[in-house]
């Protein structure tokens, strides 16, 4: 007889936890205390930021058997197109041709998830605030809208319920969790740049679209609606252009004329929205461990990330399908076991994603605006093309490879400091291609093996 298991949270990850669970022939609820937003309003509930699927994260929807039912509702972007101050655009591609990550709305991607999830099996219950959890007899106390209380036990308990996880505040009242958690000086508005007038996109809807301003930027991902959803990244004081400074309409009239006008002539609603949505923080959370007696944190809970890096999804999403390879190597009677080793196995990865992402900011914010810095890519994709084995560029291996995370980011390592050095020979922008980039990767190989 199957023992019940409760996943907390109806998000991205604790819907495709629950399908892969329910595939496993176990008995999964999933608590989550929002609404149905399928049903009441799609677009009232929850963020609506477009997610960035790549690599590891499509490999752990077709493991699901779920990429058919996604691959419809995305759009691929195939590069960077740079927007410069003058309204002057430029494309860097992503990787090799065809190499594409693909854009889909939050909300969307999450209803196709909970929707097979619930038609797996998966019992929803919505509207369940979680008011407690007790760790050691795996007991939830749950608050109803009638204001009534309800206790669910549970063989086991997964926390999938985001950067402020129930589950994880429970563990942390436990001795000897670490638990670490930085917001960052920025925070994000989500806006929207619509179709045309005649109904169609109003910028190239193959890329992903960054205007860089150093410390503050914008970036537009397409819908399938022919609009894009767009997020404007500011400090939230203490510079020049800051979320402080900007109290009316009219403050927002100048900052976008001023920083992003080719931008500001695409969004007819821009002062309504500006001042209507939300600005929300950014967060980066670490604890460990992520297991306590048969409760386990999975995705956000465990490591959120800010979004630099577009992998907050696809880390959570890769979370899944590596803790099923573990549930089908070791059963469902060893749960000890496969926690054990999804957290030991696991950690190092986060650890290393969470600190790629943060440091991506400045490259798409600063560098991305800097011949230099196109230069720099330009060898990158050199060395890959003549020696496709031997040099990956490090966004590569994080975006359309399964290579871990850590050795990517110990490798990715390794490279910088080798093109940090060839970056400073003489004429290197005029020169590049005459380089001698066998001896470039010699230089790699030689560091790898010490």
């Known amino acids: 007889m199957n023992q019940p298991i409760s996943i907390l949270g109806a998000g991205l990850i604790g819907s495709l936890l ?52 996604v691959a419809p509702y995305t759009i691929p972007m195939y590069g960077r197109r740079i927007h410069d101050e003058h309204g002057t655009t430029y494309c860097q591609p992503y990787g090799k041709e065809k190499e594409a990550i693909y854009s889909i709305s939050r909300n969307t991607l999450n209803g196709i998830l909970l929707d097979a999830a619930e038609k797996s099996g998966v019992k ?60 960052i000086s920025h925070g994000y508005k989500e806006l929207t740049i619509p179709p045309t007038s005649d109904g169609e996109f109003a910028m190239d809807p193959n890329a992903l679209h960054i205007w860089p301003r150093g410390k503050f930027m914008l970036i537009a991902l397409p819908n399938t609606d022919k609009s894009f959803t767009c997020t404007l990244f500011l400090p939230f004081e203490d510079y020049k252009v800051c979320f402080d400074k900007i109290r009316d309409k009219e403050d927002v009239k100048n900052i976008f004329k001023t920083y992003f006008n080719d931008a500001y002539h695409l969004m007819p609603n821009l002062d309504q929205e500006f001042l209507d949505n939300p600005t929300s923080a950014l967060i980066n959370t670490e604890c460990y461990p992520w297991t306590v007696n048969h409760c386990l944190l999975i ?152």
Not at 43 to 65: F, Q
Not at 158 to 165: I, L, P, Y
Not at 423 to 441: A, G, R, V
Request: net charge neutral.
């Open 18 to 69: 629950g399908v892969y669970l329910k595939n496993r022939g176990l008995d999964v609820t999933i608590f989550e205390k929002r609404k149905d937003w399928r049903v009441s309003s799609p677009h009232s509930h929850g963020r609506s930021i477009n997610m960035a699927l790549s690599y590891r994260g499509w490999k752990a929807l077709e493991k699901a058997g779920l990429k058919d039912a």
């Open 299 to 450: 995705g956000d809970a465990a490591h959120a990330m800010v979004p630099f890096y577009g992998q907050g999804m696809n880390c959570g999403f890769e979370d899944c399908s590596i803790l099923d390879n573990l549930i089908g190597k070791y059963g469902t009677f060893s749960w000890d076991l496969v926690f054990e080793k999804f957290q030991k196995g696991r950690k190092p990865d986060t650890d290393a994603i969470c600190q790629l992402a943060m440091n991506n900011f400045v490259e798409m914010s600063e560098n991305v605006a800097d011949p230099r810095f196109l230069v720099r890519k330009k060898i990158e994709a050199k060395l890959h093309e003549l020696f496709p084995q031997e040099w990956v560029p490090l966004y590569s291996m994080i975006t359309f490879s399964d290579i871990k995370y850590s050795e990517a980011y110990a490798i990715g390592k390794i490279q910088d400091q080798v093109m940090e050095k060839v970056m400073k020979e003489p004429f290197i922008t005029q020169n590049w291609e005459n380089l001698d980039y066998h001896e470039i990767l010699n230089k790699v190989e030689t560091a790898k093996a010490v």
């Open 124 to 183: 929803l219950a919505f509207e369940h605030k979680v008011e407690n959890v007790d760790v050691h007899q795996n007991k939830i106390t749950f608050s109803l809208p009638d204001q009534e209380q309800k206790i669910q036990e549970s063989a086991i308990i997964f926390g999938a319920d985001g950067a402020f996880s129930s589950l994880r505040n429970a563990m942390q009242r436990q001795s000897r969790f670490n638990f670490k958690q930085e917001y």
